[in-house]
């Protein structure tokens, strides 16, 4: 085995208990019958062929299309990623390339406005002052240009589980006398089926919808799916898209894989079992840490709230949440999903047992009792006072001057921070937490951001690789 090999066999044998994707979380039963050795074929004689499916893949998605309730399913096998890139391709050229699209969406929809050309009208989240995160959106406050977009990308529900009033979204657009496709980023939410979850996407009237299907449910890792309803999207150019963007040699184990996710998406018995475990976690530690719940439904624009994802503010305890992950997983072998400096987030999938969400119960109350032991860090607590501008986090947002399309082709150079007032940015930069990109490729710096860049402090930005020697990229405009 080289090294790559032998660092998975290691990382297996320390035994962690998972907090994060995959959401099959290693369990035999997923895999009973998926045989890795022989399933791992290419298209051959009766194996129909994903990119014009006639046989046994036709069925296979025409089946999780009725599961998940779409009237049409696509199976992805190159991530959600693809996903997000096909919707965007996949829309009519219309004369104003606008679609909207939230300023906190994740990076392949920064992606897909690359590879379409499209040019972003930004929604901005609302940012939950207690988490630093991105985890509502007031729809009526956004004022879309409803009869220029060609479409309205929004994300339900976030990383975090938090979901905004997507029904208002929709009615929004009906009001409006539009027939603007909604494309929704669902990645996080493809277990949304049955009475324990929020209600889908799908259901509630999206056109287009995302499931990263190995995020919560059993498919492999790299398996997403795309869900298409009604007669906004043109699906002969969805599937051309989706034949641009995906690997000719699809993987069958992903595929089936997918198959299978979908059938033991119904098994809602095992989400039961976890959500009453859930439940004494809130109750036995709710007052150690601020933990996001139910309770949080109805305030700052958050509508919904997925239990399954558990939030940790660790600012009560007065402990960085690095901190508090080192000793989940020194003493109690937890592994979460993300943290950042305070928050961190746990994150279940159909795989996971009541028992793990007992050992997360079991290790969050020992760190409460240890945490008057843990050395203090100067500045931590105050992180709660955060920087506003005219009542938000985020500075005013730039000019867009390119479209990011015409900013990343374009011919770039590295320059000094301090002047860069007044140049085309030729890179995406987030603060993270809260992940919101304070500029994006192709807008004009302005002294806010430039302020807010110059003051940044260490490790928490994404995107940025001048951030050691305070250089950022520019679009040479000579
Ligand atoms: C909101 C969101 N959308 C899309 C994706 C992309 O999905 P994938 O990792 O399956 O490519 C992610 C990945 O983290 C995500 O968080």
Redesign the pocket.
Known sequence: MGKLGEGLSRYQKLGFCSFH?PGHKGREEFFDGLDFRSFDLTELPGLDMLHSPSGIIAEAQKRSAEVFGAEETFF?I???????QAMFLSLEETSDKRVVVERS??R??MSALVLSGRKPHYVIPTVHPEFNLPLGLDVGKQRIPWPEISACHV?YP??YGTGFELNQLLDERKRMGCNTPILV?Q??GSHYLGPLFPPSALELGADLV?H?S??TLSAL??S?MLHVQGDRISRTRLRQSLEILQSSSPSYLLLASLERAGEFALNFGRWASLREEVETLHRKVGRNFRILSQKDAGSYDIHTVDWSKILINTLPLGVPASRCVEYLRESYGIEPELWDEENILFMLGIGNMPEDVRRLTKGLESLAESASGFPRLPGFVELKKRVQYDGNVIPPLPNLILSPREAFFAHKRQISLKESLGHVVGETISPYPPGIPVIVMGELMTPEVLGTLLTAGEGRWQGWDGFRNQTIWVVDQE
């Open positions: 994707t992805l190159n991530g959600g990623t693809v996903g997000n969406s994740h392949s929809v994300t976030s990383y980023d990645a996080h995302l990263s190995h995020k890792t790299q997403a």
